[in-house]
């Protein structure tokens, strides 16, 4: 049975949802047990992003040894952009430096977001030359997007010519040649009978706000179009759900204050079941971010039903109908037709391809292909 070491330095959020998701899925595939990946699974919480990617290679590897679990043999190491390759694989022990190592970004800090929510913030280049520099090291590189490998790749020439010489050539070229994109699968909890877990009684449709608090999911965007709607004379519903921080964006409270006689829920859910029973509740999903590369909140909200008013930019290009999006300055007309209109298959359509059942054996198959370079056998 093939091994894979899954090593989760920020283990929150959709990178502890695509933790999960493998290490229950990727399992169940295969049909002799040389095909079957046994999945262990190291973790560190999700917090203090910048001293992951400094200290997570040593800290992992010095875990692993504690537990035992690199006293055995291993087929590939799968990391994620929260780390630092080199720092990681320079500390194995001498028997696991040869093990091929696959890097999953989930996000990059070569793209560093720029938009007009958040005051400007000076760009720390070195955790982009950390990405980098992992991207190099590795021996596959993975990404949850199509967009999200495209523009990695495209930022790589431009951000290497703010750099002193010499400096790595056309280093997106080999990153290119061993990059490959692997979606995070929708979990069968996302997929459910329509009425089932219902919150709200009759009453004017609910919009959903199921997205961290911060200023990259555009939250001054979403009131603003709330007003514009608001100001044709159409009514409607609000469930805010997602991740407050000490530090949030002001647009929260206008919010709030300006809307507080058509809110119907507001703030994180308690459970995951509950999480699911309320957006499963809203008919739908206003995404204004500015910054998304993979958007698992958006694909849950198709999942279960909910109508889809988004940008067609960023990653949602990928998942759904280029012609049911909207230029971002037309959102405020892409909500008031979804308000007035019926709900549409097609966005659950397009959710359920991109369910666990449907891309485990991508999966499997680019596991497949780096353990062999490590000489895959049964263990």
Excluded at 37 to 64: C, E, F, I, N, Y
Excluded at 147 to 161: A, C, M, Q
Excluded at 289 to 306: K, N, P, Q, W
Aim: with cysteine; net charge negative.
């Amino acid at each position: 049975m093939p091994r894979l070491v899954l090593v989760n330095s920020y283990s929150a959020g959709s990178h502890a949802l695509w933790e999960r998701g493998l290490e229950e899925h990727l399992p169940k595939l295969g049909e002799r047990p040389e095909e079957v990946w046994s999945v262990d699974v190291v973790r560190l919480p999700g917090r203090h992003w910048k001293w992951r990617m400094h200290s997570a290679g040593w800290t992992m590897v010095q875990r692993m040894k504690e537990s035992g679990q690199l006293k055995q043999p291993v087929d590939v190491f799968l990391v994620t952009d929260m780390l630092d390759v080199g720092q990681f694989r320079a500390a194995l022990p001498a028997e696991h430096r040869s093990t091929p190592i696959a890097l999953y970004f989930h996000e990059n800090q070569l793209t560093f977001p720029d938009h007009p929510e958040r005051p400007p913030l000076e760009w720390d280049r070195h955790y982009a030359f950390l990405n980098l520099t992992s991207a190099l090291l590795a021996d596959a590189v993975w990404f949850n997007s199509e967009y999200h490998r495209l523009v990695f790749l495209d930022s790589i020439p431009e951000f290497l010519r703010q750099l002193p010489s010499p400096r790595p050539v056309q280093p997106h070229l080999e990153i290119e040649r061993k990059s490959k994109v692997l979606p995070i699968g929708l979990e069968p909890d996302c997929f459910r009978s329509e009425g089932q877990g219902i919150r709200f009684g009759a009453g004017p449709p609910v919009i959903a706000w199921n997205h961290r608090w911060e200023h990259d999911k555009g939250p001054r965007a979403f009131l603003d179009v709330l007003r514009v709607v608001r100001d044709h004379g159409a009514r409607f519903r609000l469930c805010v759900l997602g991740q407050s921080f000490e530090d949030r964006p002001a647009a929260f409270d206008a919010l709030r204050s300006e809307f507080e006689d058509d809110i119907v829920h507001w703030g994180f859910a308690a459970s995951r079941s509950d999480y699911l029973d309320l957006l499963a509740s809203c008919d739908i999903a206003l995404v204004t971010a500015h910054h998304d590369f993979y958007g698992i909140s958006v694909l849950e909200s198709a999942a279960l039903g909910l109508h889809i008013v988004a940008p067609a930019e960023l990653a949602y290009s990928d998942h759904f109908p280029k012609e049911s999006l909207h230029a971002r300055t037309d959102l405020a007309n892409g909500l008031m037709m979804a308000l007035e209109g019926e709900k549409k298959r097609i966005w659950k359509d397009a959710a359920a391809r991109l369910s666990w059942s449907q891309v485990t054996l991508a999966w499997h198959e680019a596991m497949n292909e780096v353990g062999r370079g490590n000489k895959l056998s049964a263990h």
